[in-house]
């Protein structure tokens, strides 16, 4: 306990080269700084406890940090700025978002474009096929969109394979699904009494959820518990412990059996804009569960792939979608890049097509089976390595000395423990 203090205490020293500067800044957000424990208090609810942030800090390698261009590291840049912070953040839980302005703030312009652009993945292709049928869809009359649609939509009279024409059949059932509310008289986007399950029911769940039908995961719908954040909140947990409940998505994509989660969706009623507060909490619920996620995805690989996997979400607010795709490029970040919003209309119309929507869940399906195969290549090469089957069953010398000399597997800092709430006395 006394080696957990002094460590705190350096990192004190590290981070807090003036006190008044923190005092300054404490004072400017009406909040008292307690810099012995490194935490906020006082009367503002949610406050963060910085013990955690400064556990996973002194956890990590020095060595093993993300050191840019520059000579600074990313994860110390994102210590010293997250410990003034006394409301939650991405930060906190060391993800940094391609849109977080006052994440960018605190790095250079060469220094955030290198984060963008280091070791990043290529966006999986829409087949041609898919894009042809697609493109054929995107007219501005309800009439000849119903004709196109019934039409065959595989060439050469060919019988249908499931195998090698499920998007195709996917693409014509969302679009056939949606000319029932095109041909609607009202425009359900300017119906202010649609609820968010009505846009579950009846947009999303005819445009998102058909697109997984044909794979070997599962989109979970209905407030599911996510079990990777489960088991981050119940890590330590004893028998005399209550189980604590994980964070619940509108959405999780998953394979039930192997506890292994890909991705989440977060869903709302309406549509606030990039600012709005329903959009930045789901923004940061979301960013958590996937940090969660691909945290457990990399415990079940080697190193050399866990650079490469990615876990996606998808945030709805009303009747439009952003894609939020997260990696580990580097170091102990996990980074968040997003996608760009776009809107199911309520009137069919080419200057806002479908097309975007539906192209943005076939990639997003691509994505995941990508990464799938990478994990499932990786047990293979495991399973097929009988120099690893040795090592196993021998503790020989030279099998030991191979075992220290192999990279160790990546190990993530923990996702920040959302901050409770005081209850208010009577």
């Known amino acids: 306990m006394q080696e957990k203090q002094s460590n705190r205490k350096n990192v004190n020293l590290r981070s807090c080269s003036n006190e008044k500067d923190i005092e300054n800044t404490t004072n400017k957000k009406a909040k008292i700084f307690d810099s012995t424990f490194d935490i906020y208090v006082g009367s503002n609810e949610g406050s963060c406890d910085m013990l955690e ?23 110390d840049i994102i210590y010293q700025h997250a410990k003034t912070l006394y409301k939650e953040s991405c930060l906190h839980s060391f993800i940094i978002n391609d849109v977080d302005k006052d994440a960018k703030a605190i790095f250079s312009d060469e220094e955030w474009e290198e984060i963008f ?20 869809y995107t007219l501005d009359n309800v009439k000849d969109l119903r004709k196109s649609l019934l039409q065959p939509f595989i060439q050469n009279e060919e019988e249908f394979n ?22 609607a008289e009202n425009n359900f986007t300017s119906d202010q009494s649609k609820l968010e399950g009505w846009f579950q029911s009846d947009v999303w769940s005819r445009i998102i959820d058909p697109a997984f039908h044909n794979t070997t995961f599962e989109l979970l719908r209905g407030e599911s518990m996510s079990f990777a954040s489960s088991d981050r909140k119940n890590d330590g947990r004893t028998a005399f412990d209550r189980k604590k409940i994980g964070k619940k998505g509108d959405g999780i994509f998953r394979i039930t059996a192997d506890r292994m989660e890909l991705g989440a969706i977060e869903s709302g009623r309406e549509w606030e804009g990039l600012y709005g507060t329903k959009y930045l909490k789901d923004s940061l619920k979301l960013n958590k569960m996937l940090k969660d996620m691909i945290t457990n995805l990399i415990s079940e690989c080697s190193f050399n792939t866990s650079r490469q996997l990615q876990v996606i979400g998808i945030l709805n607010g009303g009747n439009r979608l952003q894609m939020i795709e997260m990696d580990t490029p580097k170091g102990y970040i996990s980074r968040v890049k997003r996608g760009k919003i776009y809107e199911v209309t309520g009137r069919l119309t080419k200057s806002q097509p479908l097309a975007f929507v539906i192209k943005e869940i076939l990639r997003a399906k691509a994505t995941i089976v990508r990464t799938l ?7 293979l090469n495991y399973l097929l390595d009988d120099d690893t089957d040795d090592d196993e069953c021998n503790n020989t010398k030279n099998s030991s000395e191979k075992s220290r000399s192999s990279t160790p597997p990546l190990t993530l800092p923990k996702t920040f423990s959302t901050p409770h709430k005081d209850k208010l006395k009577k």
């Open 53 to 75: 942030l400064d556990e996973s800090y002194l956890a990590m390698n020095p060595e093993k940090m993300w050191k840019l261009k520059t000579g600074r590291k990313v994860e």
């Open 117 to 136: 652009s280091t070791n990043v993945q290529k966006k999986p292709k829409v087949e041609t096929l898919s894009l042809e049928l697609i493109k054929k």
């Open 373 to 379: 195969n990478l994990l499932n290549n990786d047990k």
């Open 162 to 183: 499931r195998e090698l024409h499920y998007d195709l059949d996917y693409i014509n059932y969302a679009y056939r699904g949606m000319l029932f509310l095109w041909e």
